[in-house]
């Protein structure tokens, strides 16, 4: 990987290896996972942000995502996690792209729905710690 001339190429090695060592936890790797973090709430988490969203009820939306943003949902933001691990999982690479799809959709939303002063509060509380500041939620006025 050190010898890699592209990240691509370096993320594809990654890959490799996290497939080819138990000790890593990306991949298919499942048990090891599960030590260090809890991938069934993790899914149960996504499934639900994804019905939230579908319904289009923007309020539901806030509150579901701030209940996970402002806390360590799943564990995910355990530090032995990251200190162990090249790639990202799967579960945890469709959680975050699912919450980013959620926070665009927030932030575009009408104000006819909801005021942006709302808004505002909103990505102040979840942009000030937890996870919401770890995936760069920036609160306004940072």
């Known amino acids: 990987m050190g010898a890699s001339v592209s990240y691509p190429e370096w993320r594809a090695l ?13 991949g298919r790797c499942f048990i090891q996972e599960g030590k260090l973090y809890d991938r069934k709430l993790l899914l149960q988490k996504l499934s639900h942000l994804k019905s939230v969203r579908a319904g289009g009820n923007i309020r539901e939306m806030m509150f579901s995502l701030r209940a996970d943003l402002v806390r360590n949902v799943a564990n995910i933001s355990k530090s032995q996690f990251h200190e162990h691990s090249y790639t990202v999982p799967s579960a945890i690479r469709e959680w975050t ?7 665009s959709t927030l932030a575009d939303w009408p104000e006819a729905g ?13 942009g000030e710690g937890g996870i919401g500041e770890e995936i760069g939620v920036a609160a306004p006025g940072r």
């Open 114 to 126: 909801i005021s942006n002063e709302e808004k505002l509060t909103f990505f102040r509380l979840v």
């Open 14 to 26: 990654a890959r490799q290896l996290d497939h080819l060592d138990d000790n890593r936890l990306g």
């Open 97 to 103: 792209q699912e919450v980013k799809t959620q926070l």
